[in-house]
C-alpha cells in the first residue's frame, strides 16, 4: 500500500537513532510535547483531542516530563491559559477539536495578532449541528483566517515529525507566530499505525533548540512591557501587514525546516505531497487521510494507462499557491475534494484558493471540480476515490465539468422510511397526579409540600422511555425520574451535551416524551431563558395557550456548570421563571471520565491519573450550590436519589418557585459505575454515605435561608469519609497509608464546609 510512512521510510538518511511502535496519531502528539517537555498545556476536554491530554496526564504521573498540565474551565479558558503563557515567554501547547476549538476561536486571532508562538493541535471533527462527534474539517475551515499558520498531518507519524517542525516554525525569528497541526479526527487521532520516533528527546530538543531571547515577555522584570495596547487604523494596518508577511515567510521557513529535519529523520514533508503527479492529466487534490486512500487508485489507474496523480498539502497557511500552480500546469482536469461546505459560497473554501492560484497562470487550461465529501465521519473509500477520478475523466473527456460543484455521498430521503411513534405523545394531565400539595404560610412565606407515600406516585408516568443508552447502574435517570415525580403537568426539557443528552437522542429516535431542546454545551441555562420568555411573551400577546403549571428544566451535568457557570450565573441575576438541575457525577463521563471542578480532590479521573509524582485531582471540589445560592435566587437544593421523599418534596418546591418567582436550582448527586469503578448495586449504598460523611449534604436554600433536611450527626449516623470512598476503584487508593496527608485534607475540607453549613443552619441570618 502506498502509505506515506512507506515512502518516507525510504529516505536513507537517519542519522539518530530511531525506535519503531504502533501508536496513534493523538499517542503521537503526547508523545512529541513529552520529548519537547513544554512548560505548559492548558486544555479542555472535547472527543477526538481529549485523549492527547489524557496521555500526557499519564506520561507525567510517570515522571516523563515536567509540562505544567491546567485542566481549564472550558476551551475560551485554555486559550486564555495558553495566550496568558505564551506571552510570559513559555513554550506552550494545547489540543481541541469541533466546538471546542470555535468556542476559542475570538482568542486565536487575539495570539497571532501579538505574535505570541505556540503549538497547538487540531484534531479536526464535524461542528455541531447536529451534534457529530466524528471527523470532518468544518472546525479546520473556521481556523483559515485566524493568522495561524496551518501545517497538516495525513498520518500518525505525520502528527509526530509536524509537532516538532511546528514549534521550530512557530519560535522561527522570521515567522513568531501560533501553528496549528491538523489532523484527521479517529482516522488519524485514533487508528493505530506503525511509527518512528527518536529514542533520545534530546535529538528532539536540540531540533527545536532553546526558546529563543529577546522578545518581549511578560517574565522580564527589568524589561517591562505592554502587551496588546490598542491601536488605530492608521497603526493596525502596518500590524496586519507584518503579520501578512511573516505568514508567507512562515512558508519558505517551513521548506527548509522540513529538509533540516529530514537530515536526522530520514522523513521529508515538502510544502505539497505529490503522487503521480510528474505527469499527471487528472487529479485529486484532497487534505490529509482521505489523500491516503486515494493513492492506491492512482496505482490501479495507472496500471491501465491512466495518467492519474493525487495532491495533499503539508501546509494550507499560507496557502502554497506557487506550488499548486507548478503542479497542476499540465493536469486537464483536478477535483477538489472538500470535509467542509462554504454554505452558499459555490463550493468550499479551499476549492477557491485553488482556482485563484490557477489564475495567476494564463496558460492554465485545468478544469476544476469540486465535492464536498466525508462529512461527520462519512467513510472514504478507495471506490469512492475512483467515482472522483471517474468524474474528472469525464470532465477531461467533455472538456468542460457537468457540474462543477456539488456533494459527494448524499442520498435523497424516503418518505416510505418515516418513523411512527412508539409511544402516543405525553402531555397535560399524564404527568398530574394531584397527589402533591405545595402551599404557602401565610407567616413565614415558606413552603410547605405533602407528598403521598412513594407507591402512590409509581403510576406516574416517566419522562424518559426506556430503551436508551445509559450503562447498566447509571445513576442518572433513577435520579432524574424520581426529581420529576414531585413536578407535575408539562415540562419543556433542555440538556447541554453529557451522557444523560447522548443516550436519549440519537437520531432519529429520542427518548423524550415531552419537548425537549438540546443546545451546545456551554449555553443551555442561557437557551432556555430564550424558551422561556419566548413562550411568556407568545401568551401574552394571545398567540399561544400554555397551561399555569408549565414548567422549564434545563438540565446539566457538573461538567456543564463549569463550561456554563457564566451563563448559568447570568441566568439566576436574571431570575428566569425555570429550574437548572444539575446531575453531578463527579467527572466530563460522556467524554470519557476527566476531571471536572466537582471532581473531589484525590479522586482519580483520566486527566487526573495516579502514578509516581500523582495521586488524583489536585484540588478541591466546586461548590456549586453554595455559588448558585450566593446569586439570591429564590430556590436552591441539594439531592439524591437514596432519601426519595426529601428529593421529590424538594423538585416540588422548585417547581412551584419556578412558577411563580424565579429560578430554581438543584444538585442531584449520582453514581457512575463505569467510571467511578463502583459495583452497579452499590449505587443507593455510595449516595447514602456521601451523605453520612458529610461530603454531600442535603440541604436547601429557601429565600436565603439554608436549612439542612438531613443532618447525619443529629440521626447518629455520620460515618468517616473512608466508609464513603473504599467503595469506589476511583479512590480506593486514598486510603493507603502513603497517602493518608491527602485523605486528612479532603476531610478538614469536607469537615469545614459542613460546619459553615451547620452554621447557617442554626443562624437563619448566615
Ligand atoms: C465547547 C465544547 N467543549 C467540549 C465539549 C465536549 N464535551 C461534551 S460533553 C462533555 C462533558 C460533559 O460532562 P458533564 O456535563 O459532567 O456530563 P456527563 O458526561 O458527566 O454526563 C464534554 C467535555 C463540547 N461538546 N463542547
Ligand atoms: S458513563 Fe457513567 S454517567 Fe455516563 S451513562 Fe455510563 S454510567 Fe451513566
Ligand atoms: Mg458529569
Keep these: 500500500m502506498a502509505t506515506l510512512e512507506d515512502r518516507l521510510n525510504n529516505v536513507n538518511n537517519k542519522k539518530f537513532e530511531q525506535a519503531t511502535t504502533f501508536e496513534s496519531g493523538n499517542e503521537m502528539a503526547a508523545m512529541a510535547a513529552a520529548q519537547i517537555n513544554y512548560h505548559v498545556m492548558g486544555y479542555f476536554p472535547i472527543t477526538p483531542s481529549t485523549e492527547v491530554a489524557q496521555y500526557l496526564d499519564l506520561m507525567k504521573s510517570q515522571g516523563l516530563h515536567d509540562i505544567e498540565l491546567i485542566a481549564a474551565d472550558g476551551e475560551h479558558g485554555s486559550a486564555g491559559i495558553c495566550f496568558g503563557a505564551a506571552a510570559t515567554g513559555a513554550r506552550v501547547f494545547n489540543a481541541t477539536s469541533a466546538n471546542g476549538f470555535l468556542y476559542m476561536l475570538e482568542q486565536l486571532p487575539a495570539q497571532s495578532g501579538v505574535r505570541l508562538p505556540m503549538v497547538m493541535n487540531l484534531v479536526t471533527r464535524a461542528v455541531s449541528g447536529p451534534l457529530d462527534i466524528r471527523g470532518d474539517h468544518s472546525d479546520l475551515y473556521y481556523a483559515l483566517n485566524t493568522g495561524w499558520v496551518i501545517l497538516t498531518a495525513r498520518t500518525p507519524q505525520a502528527v509526530y515529525d509536524m509537532n516538532i517542525i511546528a514549534l521550530k516554525l512557530a519560535e522561527h525569528k522570521d515567522v513568531r507566530l501560533p501553528v496549528i497541526v491538523a489532523y484527521d479526527g479517529f482516522f488519524t487521532s485514533h487508528q493505530k499505525r506503525k511509527v518512528e520516533y527518536f529514542k533520545d528527546r534530546k535529538v528532539v530538543q536540540d531540533y527545536v533548540g532553546e526558546v529563543p531571547k529577546g522578545y518581549p515577555v511578560a517574565c522580564d522584570k527589568n524589561n517591562p512591557v505592554t502587551i496588546g495596547a490598542h491601536m488605530n487604523g492608521d497603526d493596525l494596518i502596518n500590524n496586519n501587514f507584518q503579520q501578512s508577511e511573516a505568514i508567507y515567510r512562515a512558508g519558505q521557513v517551513f521548506e527548509e525546516l522540513q529538509k533540516e529535519y529530514a537530515e536526522i529523520s530520514g522523513r521529508e514533508y515538502k510544502t505539497l505531497d505529490l503522487y503521480g503527479m510528474e505527469d499527471a492529466e487528472v487529479a485529486l487534490f484532497l487534505l490529509n487521510s482521505a489523500a491516503e486512500s486515494a493513492k492506491d487508485v492512482v496505482d490501479k489507474l495507472r496500471?491501465?494507462?491512466?495518467?492519474?496523480?493525487?495532491?495533499?498539502?503539508?501546509?494550507?497557511?499560507?496557502?502554497?499557491?506557487?506550488?499548486?500552480?507548478?503542479?497542476?500546469?499540465?493536469?486537464?482536469?483536478?477535483?477538489?475534494?472538500?470535509?467542509?461546505?462554504?454554505?452558499?459560497?459555490?463550493?468550499?473554501?479551499?476549492?477557491?484558493?485553488?482556482?485563484?492560484?490557477?489564475?495567476?497562470?494564463?496558460?492554465?487550461?485545468?478544469?476544476?471540480?469540486?465535492?464536498?465529501?466525508?462529512?461527520?465521519?462519512?467513510?472514504?473509500?478507495?471506490?469512492?476515490?475512483?467515482?472522483?477520478?471517474?468524474?474528472?475523466?469525464?470532465?477531461?473527456?467533455?472538456?468542460?465539468?457537468?457540474?462543477?460543484?456539488?456533494?459527494?455521498?448524499h442520498v435523497p430521503g424516503n418518505p416510505e422510511n418515516k418513523l411512527k411513534p412508539v409511544i402516543e405523545p405525553m402531555h397535560g394531565n399524564t404527568f398530574n397526579s394531584g397527589l402533591i400539595k405545595v402551599?404557602?404560610?401565610?407567616?413565614?412565606?415558606?413552603?410547605?409540600?405533602?407528598?403521598?407515600?412513594?407507591?402512590?406516585?409509581?403510576?406516574?408516568?416517566?419522562?424518559?422511555?426506556?430503551?436508551?443508552?445509559?450503562?447498566?447502574?447509571?445513576?442518572?435517570?433513577?435520579?432524574?425520574?424520581?426529581?420529576?415525580?414531585?413536578?407535575?403537568?408539562?415540562a419543556v426539557i433542555l440538556l447541554q451535551t453529557g451522557c444523560a443528552y447522548v443516550v436519549t437522542t440519537g437520531y432519529p429516535y429520542s427518548s423524550h416524551k415531552q419537548t425537549f431542546i438540546h443546545n451546545l454545551f456551554q449555553s443551555g441555562a442561557a437557551t432556555l431563558s430564550g424558551t422561556v420568555e419566548a413562550f411568556f411573551e407568545m401568551k401574552r400577546r394571545g398567540e399561544i395557550e400554555i397551561s399555569d403549571d408549565f414548567t422549564f428544566v434545563m438540565i446539566t451535568g457538573d461538567g456543564g456548570m463549569d463550561i456554563g457557570m457564566g451563563s448559568a450565573i447570568g441566568t439566576a441575576l436574571r431570575n428566569h421563571k425555570m429550574i437548572i438541575l444539575e446531575y453531578d457525577n463527579e467527572g466530563y463521563m460522556n467524554t470519557g471520565s476527566q476531571m471536572s471542578y466537582s471532581t473531589p480532590l484525590g479522586h482519580m479521573t483520566s486527566t487526573t491519573t495516579i502514578g509516581k509524582t500523582k495521586q488524583g485531582k489536585p484540588f478541591h471540589h466546586k461548590d456549586t450550590a453554595q455559588i448558585m445560592a450566593s446569586t439570591h435566587i429564590p430556590y436552591v437544593f441539594t439531592g439524591t436519589e437514596a432519601f426519595p421523599q426529601d428529593l421529590i418534596k424538594?423538585?416540588?418546591?422548585?417547581?412551584?418557585?419556578?412558577?411563580?418567582?424565579?429560578?430554581?436550582?438543584?444538585?442531584?448527586?449520582?453514581?457512575?459505575?463505569?467510571?467511578?469503578?463502583?459495583?452497579?448495586?452499590?449505587?443507593?449504598?455510595?449516595?447514602?454515605?456521601?451523605?453520612?460523611?458529610?461530603?454531600?449534604?442535603?440541604?436547601?436554600?429557601?429565600?436565603?435561608?439554608?436549612?439542612?433536611?438531613?443532618?447525619?450527626?443529629?440521626?447518629?449516623?455520620?460515618?468517616?469519609?473512608?466508609?464513603?470512598?473504599?467503595?469506589?476503584?476511583?479512590?480506593?487508593?486514598?486510603?493507603?497509608?502513603?497517602?493518608?496527608?491527602?485523605?486528612?485534607?479532603?476531610?478538614?475540607?469536607?469537615?469545614?464546609?459542613?460546619r459553615i453549613l451547620k452554621a447557617k443552619h442554626e443562624t437563619p441570618f448566615l
Design 439 to 490: 402551599t404557602q404560610d401565610e407567616e413565614t412565606k415558606k413552603l410547605n409540600v405533602k407528598i403521598p407515600p412513594l407507591r402512590n406516585l409509581t403510576g406516574k408516568p416517566k419522562r424518559f422511555a426506556s430503551g436508551h443508552g445509559a450503562c447498566p447502574g447509571c445513576g442518572i435517570f433513577p435520579g432524574l425520574e424520581l426529581f420529576f415525580k414531585g413536578i407535575e403537568g408539562d
Design 650 to 754: 424538594k423538585a416540588a418546591k422548585a417547581q412551584w418557585y419556578a412558577q411563580n418567582v424565579g429560578l430554581a436550582y438543584g444538585k442531584l448527586l449520582i453514581t457512575c459505575p463505569l467510571n467511578w469503578k463502583s459495583e452497579d448495586r452499590l449505587g443507593e449504598k455510595i449516595m447514602k454515605s456521601a451523605v453520612d460523611s458529610c461530603f454531600f449534604p442535603l440541604y436547601e436554600v429557601e429565600q436565603g435561608e439554608t436549612t439542612l433536611t438531613y443532618d447525619p450527626e443529629a440521626k447518629n449516623k455520620r460515618v468517616e469519609l473512608a466508609e464513603w470512598l473504599k467503595m469506589m476503584g476511583k479512590t480506593k487508593h486514598l486510603l493507603k497509608e502513603s497517602n493518608a496527608p491527602m485523605l486528612k485534607e479532603f476531610e478538614d475540607e469536607v469537615q469545614r464546609r459542613w
Design 303 to 409: 496500471a491501465k494507462g491512466i495518467k492519474a496523480g493525487v495532491i495533499s498539502p503539508n501546509i494550507i497557511r499560507p496557502f502554497p499557491a506557487k506550488e499548486i500552480r507548478e503542479a497542476l500546469k499540465n493536469v486537464k482536469a483536478l477535483l477538489v475534494g472538500e470535509r467542509a461546505d462554504s454554505y452558499g459560497g459555490n463550493g468550499p473554501n479551499l476549492t477557491h484558493e485553488v482556482k485563484s492560484a490557477l489564475q495567476e497562470d494564463k496558460e492554465n487550461q485545468t478544469i476544476v471540480l469540486s465535492r464536498v465529501f466525508g462529512v461527520g465521519g462519512k467513510d472514504f473509500y478507495a471506490d469512492d476515490a475512483e467515482k472522483f477520478f471517474e468524474m474528472t475523466i469525464d470532465a477531461m473527456e467533455k472538456g468542460f465539468a457537468e457540474k462543477s460543484f456539488d456533494y459527494f455521498g
